[in-house]
């Protein structure tokens, strides 16, 4: 059964074989031009064939058949047949030339091998070309090329089929994370929309305790598993949705964290303050306000990025009821810190909203 190909493989692929046609045009340029040099013009003639039978098949494999490309023994046919353009150059001329037989064809074949087995098969397939160049040398009585630069033409294979092999592995291992997070992004919105919401009209509405807290459990573990998994350090986004789902653990208050866009890359000191200032306007609007939901919006712009916790609890007079310990150092002090503001809007029996604004 063939290996599945996917399109990141067959778009390489196929820039491979367009690579493959366009070296041995290369070369039969480079073999017209320098004909009076050959000394068994029927033999050259005879591997630019198999060259280029080799990269119309290749080529054709790639569109229709890329699976095979993969397989050890066609990759090892491509590699062996670089090394032996390279093995029978000395003798092909027969003399003094001025660009070697094949010229850049047998890349390919150090090419195909890191894309098949990564940076080690690159590698090893890099140094198996550059033998062949040793070996062509050996043939030719004109003398051979100093070690140097023996050592020089094989590292440069091997270096090209290593890059190759960990280029591709790296673009694939990113290719799989973004196809990754769309997937889990699109499941986030569709429960989001449906079980989501449902679990949260059980919990206000159940006059059940242990169906409240049931779906209350539930909400919390499928918030965590859609939106806590593989969270970069100093992602806003994940820290709050973490932040939310302990509030909900700790306090059983419903929270929603929405954004209108990617915040983008913010320091990690200031993710902190942010989150820890989150963490403590929850706690204050279920422990002081009663509130029962509440919402974290997050709003960036070109001057910065502003959040905001409005919850639908109690409120409060804000000109009349001194600040407490939590909102003055826990929320306004962290932010502080960063350079960052805070607005407190609040009213009895319409809720309080905490906006934090941290510039740029």
Not at 188 to 195: I, P, Q
Request: net charge negative; aromatic share 4%; glycine share 14%.
């Amino acid at each position: 059964m063939e290996r599945s190909v996917t399109p990141l493989e067959r778009g390489v692929l196929g820039g491979l074989a367009v690579f493959r046609y366009l070296a041995w045009a290369w070369m039969a340029v480079v073999l017209w031009v320098s004909r009076d040099e050959l000394g068994h013009p029927a033999a050259a003639l005879g591997l630019c064939a198999a060259t280029a039978a080799a990269s119309l098949a290749l080529g054709a494999a790639s569109r229709w058949r890329p699976a095979l490309l993969f397989r050890p023994e066609v990759v090892a046919a491509e590699v062996g047949l670089g090394a032996a353009l390279l093995v029978a150059d000395g003798w092909v001329y027969g003399g003094p030339h001025r660009v070697a037989l094949g010229s850049a064809w047998p890349i390919a074949g150090a090419l195909a091998a890191g894309i098949a087995g990564g940076p080690v098969g690159g590698a090893a397939a890099g140094v198996v070309i550059g033998l062949g160049r040793y070996g062509g040398t050996r043939l030719d009585d004109l003398g051979s090329p100093g070690l140097l630069s023996l050592l020089s033409t094989t590292f440069l294979y091997a270096l090209a089929g290593g890059a190759a092999g960990l280029v591709m592995r790296r673009l694939q291992q990113a290719t799989d994370e973004i196809a990754a997070a769309r997937a889990r992004e699109e499941v986030a919105r569709t429960l989001h929309d449906g079980v989501l919401q449902t679990l949260a009209v059980v919990q206000r509405r159940s006059t059940d305790s242990d169906l409240a807290e049931l779906a209350r459990t539930q909400e919390r573990e499928l918030r965590q598993f859609l939106f806590g998994i593989d969270r970069a350090p100093g992602d806003l986004l994940a820290e709050l949705r973490q932040a939310a789902a302990t509030a909900t653990a700790r306090h059983g208050l419903a929270v929603e964290v929405t954004a209108v866009d990617d915040p983008g890359e913010i320091p990690a000191d200031a993710v902190r303050a942010l989150v820890g200032a989150v963490g403590e306007a929850l706690t204050n609007a279920s422990k002081h306000g009663d509130a029962t939901r509440a919402v974290v919006f997050v709003d960036p712009d070109d001057d910065g990025v502003q959040v905001s916790v409005n919850d639908d609890g109690s409120g409060f007079d804000v000109d009349a009821v001194p600040e407490g310990v939590g909102l003055g150092r826990s929320i306004r002090g962290r932010v502080a810190e960063v350079g960052g503001q805070v607005q407190v809007r609040s009213a009895p029996g319409r809720g309080t909203e905490v906006r934090l604004t941290l510039p740029r």
